[in-house]
């Protein structure tokens, strides 16, 4: 028949299959999307430290670059990044501030799991889960990177390894990482 | 036109689900604690635009806000409906936002500050989201547009060839076809009367 429902049947059918085909390797994965965050002033933050002892503000830190990270001990890739962030944190501690974030768990496992795991820098109660919602966390490990402005440079979902972490403190603190070359 | 843009032109095609969530019922939970709700708001959104809610009102918005918001964790459920940490610590959050005087829109926004659009189970009308809700709309008058064509078409063409009237038997109501069938009956009896046939005696 006709030329003409071809051309209606094609010109419905070819947007679809030029949509399919742009997004087909696209991962739906929200939390993998850049953050709105990127680019602007870190959401502040006091918070008081696992143990106990005097309360922790982002605003206090002004000056320094951070490294935030967002985590539970019921998450087994930050339990595999545990390591990689005492290596980052004993190396670089005196140029950058790192700080852990609990998100969803409790004082005391935190308290057995860092005294077993190791602890080099303070792990922050987060227990109304407001920190978490203001630097929009979907889910743990995330990390932030933050700047002595006090922007965040850079927002890392999932585990980090060892060249990651020096990449992204090296956005934050160029000379940390030089230095300690 | 960007990915982006066909696939919200693809979305735009689906019905649009996520409209027909219900609130739920407000989360019975009320926030002890208020620590610091209002600093962070104030960070990104300045001052509280609305007035402060209490009460059954303020239970109400609250459930009304969670089931506009898209719960992070969760598959495709809003976090009026989501029984997880993460929305019932935002069901926390929106509460102390609406109770502190920040209106509806200011909530929202304040959520999207931090997880982007995404977290909205609306999406909003600007940019390329116009076509979201637009594009509905303009489906089904194109396709009308073009029934109605073919159909006036259609008619046009069929009253050209005298065509046979379709024989009555074929379009009968089926509950009527015994009465019919009964006339017709009556009729040929009448016929054969009349013509002498037979039948002496009628009722």
Redo the contacts between chains.
């Keep these: 028949v006709n030329r003409k429902v071809l051309l209606i049947g094609l010109a419905v059918v070819l ?2 299959a ?2 399919l085909a ?2 087909i390797k ?1 991962d739906p994965n ?2 993998l ?5 990127v680019g602007r ?1 870190a ?4 918070l008081t430290p696992v143990g106990g002892g005097a309360a922790v503000s982002l605003e206090g830190l002004r000056g320094h670059p951070v490294v935030v990270n967002f985590w539970a001990t019921w998450c087994v890739p930050c339990f595999q990044e545990h390591a990689v962030l005492l290596r980052g944190a004993r190396a670089h501690g005196a140029q950058v501030q790192f700080l852990g974030v609990v998100y ?1 768990d409790e004082e005391e496992r935190v308290r057995s799991f860092l005294s077993e795991e190791g602890m080099a820098y303070p792990s922050l109660l987060d ?4 920190t ?8 743990v490990p995330e990390t932030y990177f933050i700047d002595a402005d006090g922007a965040i440079a850079y927002k890392h979902v999932g585990p980090l390894d060892d060249a990651t972490l020096e990449e992204n403190i090296g956005r934050i603190a160029p000379r940390a990482v030089t230095e300690a070359r | 036109m960007s ?1 982006r843009a ?2 919200l ?2 979305t735009a095609l689906l019905p649009v689900a996520a409209l027909a969530q219900p609130a739920a019922p407000p989360s019975a939970a009320a ?1 002890s ?1 208020f ?3 209002a ?2 708001a104030r ?2 959104l300045g001052g509280p635009q609305g007035r402060g809610l209490s009460g059954p009102e303020l239970d109400a918005r609250t459930g009304q806000v969670a089931a506009l918001l898209r719960c ?2 969760c598959q495709g459920l809003s976090v009026a409906d989501s029984p997880s ?2 929305a ?3 069901r ?2 929106i509460r102390d936002l609406l109770a502190a005087g920040y209106d509806d829109q200011q909530v929202m926004a304040y ?6 659009e ?1 977290v909205r189970l609306q999406p909003p009308l600007r940019g390329i989201n116009w076509l979201l809700w637009i594009a509905p709309a303009l489906a089904l008058l194109g396709g009308g547009f073009v029934l109605a064509r073919v159909t006036r078409r259609r008619a046009a063409a069929g009253a050209a060839p005298a065509a046979a009237p379709e024989p009555v038997a074929a379009s009968i109501d089926p509950a009527l076809a015994g009465y019919r069938d009964r006339v017709r009956a009556l009729v040929h009896d009448e016929d054969e009367a009349a013509t002498g046939a037979s039948r002496k005696d009628r009722g």
């Design positions: 947007p679809l030029g949509i742009v997004n696209r929200p939390s999307q850049r953050s709105p965050l002033k959401p502040p933050f006091t969803e227990t109304s889960g407001r978490a919602i203001a630097y929009g966390v979907f889910g | 990915a066909w696939l032109a693809l926030s604690a620590e610091g709700v600093d962070d960070h990104v992070p964790v940490t993460a019932q610590n935002m926390h959050q959520f999207e500050s931090s997880y982007g995404f």
